[in-house]
């Protein structure tokens, strides 16, 4: 089964909107970690923003903000004020604490194109 | 700030041959990572390495893959006989802690011919 759910294969906005990315994850595990990378076409993966299973709050990070919905198992990643610079592929991805050691499951990603 | 270090950034083989792609971790890092990435497919973990040993690995991760940390520096992938489908990018990431995020190298493209 599938750890890690981004169904949105591309995804359009335009220079200063705001842009939501999916992502749902499937795990038994009550102790995770949820990511999001960055990977422009120079093909570098960036770390952009964390949420641990058990935080409170929303992780945010300068533009980036993690809409994380427990009970939904979701975690989607909002970008505000997009920039071209953005245009990217944007990948989830989950580590299971009790149970994947510490590898890193990845989506099969979503690419975000921004226009002027 | 300090970041990983992946070397050769692009490695071109002929099939069967061995292939060394190297990597320098953040210096106070101790748990060590291998990813691939085929073309246009998502990020699949291949092994992470903690104390000088594998600490897990995928079945990805076969008798061709081997990893060494030969020095205080360095973190080395080996593929013993390289085959067409061993075509993709490979990262190495590292962290101090596994409950922190992993930073990622730029990734060695390796293309088999």
């Known amino acids: 089964a599938q750890k890690i759910t981004q169904t949105q294969p591309g995804m359009f906005v335009q220079e200063k909107e705001a842009v939501t990315l999916d992502c749902t994850y499937d795990?038994?595990?009550?102790?995770?970690?949820l990511f999001w990378y960055k990977q422009p076409s120079s093909g570098e993966m960036i770390f952009l923003i964390y949420?641990?299973?058990?935080?409170?709050q929303n992780a945010t990070e300068g533009r980036y903000s993690l809409n994380f919905q427990k009970a939904r198992k979701s975690a989607n990643l909002v970008i505000s004020a997009s920039q071209l610079g953005d245009s990217a592929m944007y990948f989830c991805?989950?580590?299971?604490?009790?149970?994947?050691?510490?590898?890193?499951?990845f989506g099969t990603g979503t690419r975000l194109l921004v226009s002027p | 700030e300090p970041e990983v270090t992946q070397t050769p950034s692009h490695q071109v083989t002929q099939m069967g041959q061995e292939v060394i792609l190297r990597c320098v971790p953040i210096?106070?890092?101790?748990?060590f990572y291998w990813y691939r990435q085929i073309l246009g497919q998502k990020v699949e973990f291949l092994v992470s390495?903690?104390?000088?040993?594998?600490?897990?690995k995928s079945e990805i991760f076969d008798d061709q893959f081997s990893v060494e940390r030969p020095d205080g520096s360095n973190f080395t992938l080996k593929i013993r006989s390289t085959k067409l489908e061993d075509s993709a990018m490979y990262f190495c990431?590292?962290?101090?802690?596994?409950?922190?995020?992993?930073?990622f190298g730029d990734g060695t493209r390796l293309s088999i011919l």
């Open positions: 990431a590292s962290t101090r802690d596994p409950n922190q995020p992993q930073h």
């Open positions: 210096s106070n890092h101790l748990y």
């Open positions: 795990t038994s595990d009550p102790s995770y970690g």
């Open positions: 390495f903690y104390n000088n040993e594998i600490s897990e």
């Open positions: 991805a989950m580590r299971e604490v009790n149970t994947g050691f510490q590898k890193l499951v």
């Open positions: 949420q641990g299973s058990y935080d409170q």
